[in-house]
């Protein structure tokens, strides 16, 4: 299991028990995806020499700032595998994550972009075996020093990208594929109509185009932030994270806290074309300081106390920006995209701060079940104690039923798994929790249902599959 990778004691001995069965948990079933919803991916973390450094993980970020590293960095902070990819996805697509948004950097020619380490993420998803698990697309990064600079490299870069958008797991947005541009000034009609032609030449209906920018172009139809990142040549200043929130979605934490700025999403989309859809982009967090580019920004910490209560980077804090954006895209259907697209800056920018992958600092993953609780909405008309969705209840379930009780019983309150709460609540009793487990025992062997009723029998045979392992009491906010 690739969530797997750095767990509690008590929790790592259970699945260890379900390998020894042959038994894998895979996934809950009965939860629909109330966004879809994509991460930025930025591939830093690769050198190539065997066991050098990661490229990008400079002496201040690593020893200064090292619970940023990933969960699979092994001391050098590299992700640079086909088998990491995998490990990535599979986190991803468990938690809601429907796509990556891969930036992609222009050397000057083919070859020298192919086998440039930076575009390595792309060419391990392109490899990994689970890649039918999400979509991709790719973000032209058209800005120093890898600019595309004259309508004969445009060309080259389309030809180059006209394979991954051809691809089934290539994003689709209105049925046809997106590239996103990082910097939307630099493609003009010329590189646009090109980009047509040979979609057209290869099938495709139309390439669509998302800029990165407020105020874009004509050509693109649709606007979307990279990041957003308010304190340019501020200096080294803290800033409380939900300052940033309510910088980019406009919604304050409290009365008499105001921005000059409505919020990023509303004044970007506020100037669009009204044939234009807007993506909002949700802002993991900000702290370039590890890479000391300036002049510098605030920047976020994970504690910064206001009357209280902690206004920092928490995975608490980063739901409630997320869960903003899917009520922005309620309130505001004509100017969003029909997909319900939501961009989160993004999945591994270590360096900048802006991150939602385990690390070091969040092994089990918090951000992740921050953006399960909000996206993943449970199905209440899903059979309950049907884990696998097969249509019964049997042994298959049984590694899915205590996957998720030990998950239910380990994670923050904050964080709970809804889809468990729905398809494990086999009770009837409103909660998920070892009740539950007498009664999933006994309707094993028989259809699915809700109407179990636990027996004295059962509650034994509970303590048994359990093997004397205690499970935590629920936590309780």
């Given at each position: 299991m690739?969530?797997?990778?750095n767990?509690?004691?008590?929790?790592?001995?259970?699945m260890?028990i379900?390998?020894l069965?042959?038994l894998?948990?895979?996934?809950l079933?009965?939860a629909?995806p109330?966004?879809t919803?994509?991460?930025?991916?930025f591939?830093?973390?690769?050198?190539?020499?065997?066991?050098?450094?990661a490229?990008?993980?400079?002496?201040?970020?690593?020893n200064?700032?090292?619970?940023?590293?990933?969960?699979w960095?092994?001391?050098?902070?590299?992700?640079d595998?086909?088998?990491?990819?995998?490990?990535?996805?599979?986190?991803?697509?468990?938690?809601g994550v429907?796509?990556f948004?891969?930036d992609?950097?222009?050397y000057g020619s083919?070859?020298a972009?192919e086998?440039?380490?930076?575009?390595s993420?792309?060419?391990n998803?392109m490899?990994?075996?689970n890649?039918?698990?999400?979509?991709?697309?790719?973000?032209?990064?058209?800005?120093?020093?890898?600019?595309?600079?004259?309508?004969?490299?445009?060309?080259?870069?389309a030809?180059?990208?006209?394979?991954?958008?051809?691809?089934?797991q290539?994003?689709r947005?209105?049925?046809?594929p997106?590239?996103?541009?990082?910097?939307?000034?630099?493609?003009t009609?010329?590189?646009?109509?090109?980009?047509q032609?040979?979609?057209?030449a290869a099938?495709?209906?139309?390439v669509?185009f998302a800029?990165?920018?407020?105020?874009?172009a004509?050509e693109?139809t649709h606007?979307?932030?990279?990041n957003?990142v308010?304190?340019w040549?501020?200096?080294e200043?803290?800033?409380p994270y939900?300052?940033?929130?309510?910088?980019?979605?406009?919604?304050?934490?409290?009365?008499?806290?105001?921005?000059a700025?409505?919020g990023?999403?509303n004044?970007?989309s506020?100037?669009?074309?009204?044939?234009q859809?807007?993506i909002p982009?949700?802002m993991?967090?900000?702290?370039?300081?590890?890479?000391g580019t300036?002049?510098?920004?605030?920047?976020?910490?994970?504690t910064?106390?206001?009357?209280?209560?902690?206004?920092?980077r928490t995975p608490?804090?980063?739901?409630?920006?997320?869960?903003?954006?899917?009520?922005w895209?309620?309130?505001?259907p004509?100017?969003?995209?029909?997909?319900r697209?939501?961009?989160?800056y993004?999945?591994?920018?270590?360096g900048?701060?802006?991150?939602i992958?385990p690390?070091v600092?969040?092994?089990?993953?918090?951000?992740?079940?921050?953006?399960k609780?909000v996206?993943?909405v449970?199905?209440?008309?899903?059979p309950?104690?049907?884990?696998?969705?097969?249509g019964?209840v049997?042994?298959a379930?049984?590694?899915?039923?205590?996957?998720?009780?030990v998950d239910?019983a380990?994670y923050?309150?904050a964080?709970?798994?809804l889809?468990a709460d729905?398809i494990?609540?086999i009770?009837?009793?409103?909660t998920?929790?070892l009740?539950?487990l007498?009664?999933?025992i006994?309707l094993?062997?028989?259809p699915?249902?809700a109407e179990a009723v636990?027996?004295p029998?059962?509650l034994?045979?509970a303590g048994v599959?359990?093997?004397?392992?205690?499970?935590?009491?629920?936590r309780?906010?």
């Open positions: 690739t969530r797997d990778l767990l509690k004691p008590s929790r790592r001995s259970i260890g379900l390998a069965l042959g894998f948990p895979q996934p079933v009965g629909t109330t966004a919803v994509g991460a930025y991916y591939e830093g973390w690769y050198h190539d020499t065997p066991e050098a450094i490229a990008f993980a400079n002496a201040e970020l690593r200064d700032f090292p619970e940023r590293e990933p969960i960095g092994g001391g050098l902070w590299r992700g595998t086909v088998e990491v990819m995998e490990q990535q996805i599979d986190l991803a697509a468990d938690h429907a796509f948004s891969f992609w950097y222009w083919p070859a972009t086998n440039d380490g930076i575009n993420g792309l060419k998803f490899l990994a075996s890649r039918d698990r999400m979509k991709f697309n790719i973000n032209i990064v058209d800005a120093a020093p890898t600019t595309i600079d004259s309508d004969a490299e445009w060309e080259q870069v030809d180059m990208l006209l394979p991954y958008m051809q691809d089934s290539y994003l947005v209105g049925g046809n997106m590239i996103t541009n990082f910097a939307a000034a630099g493609m009609n010329t590189n646009y109509d090109y980009f032609q040979i979609a057209t099938g495709i209906n139309e669509v800029a990165n920018v407020a105020g874009s004509e693109y606007v979307t932030r990279y957003a308010p304190g040549g501020a200096g200043t803290a800033m939900k300052n940033l929130t309510y910088y980019t979605d406009g919604i304050r934490p409290r009365p008499g806290e105001t921005w700025d409505p990023i999403w004044s970007d506020d100037g669009m074309d009204p044939a859809s807007y982009t949700v993991a967090g900000w702290d370039a300081r590890p890479w300036p002049p510098s920004w605030y920047f976020n910490n994970p910064y106390m206001v009357d209280g209560e902690n206004w920092g608490e804090t980063f739901a409630a920006h997320l869960q903003a954006a899917i009520d895209i309620d309130d505001n004509t100017l969003a995209t029909p997909e697209l939501v961009m989160i993004a999945w591994n920018e270590f900048e701060g802006g991150y992958a690390t600092g969040d092994p089990d993953g918090l951000y992740l079940d921050a953006i609780s996206v993943l449970p199905d209440p008309s899903f309950s104690g049907d884990m696998d969705g097969n019964s049997n042994t379930d049984i590694p899915l039923f205590i996957q998720a009780l239910r380990t923050d309150a964080f709970p798994l889809d729905v494990g609540d009770d009837d009793s409103g998920f929790d009740g539950d007498a009664a999933f006994a094993l062997g028989g699915a249902s636990p027996e029998a059962a034994s045979l599959l359990l093997l004397g392992i205690p499970v935590p009491p629920r309780r906010g």
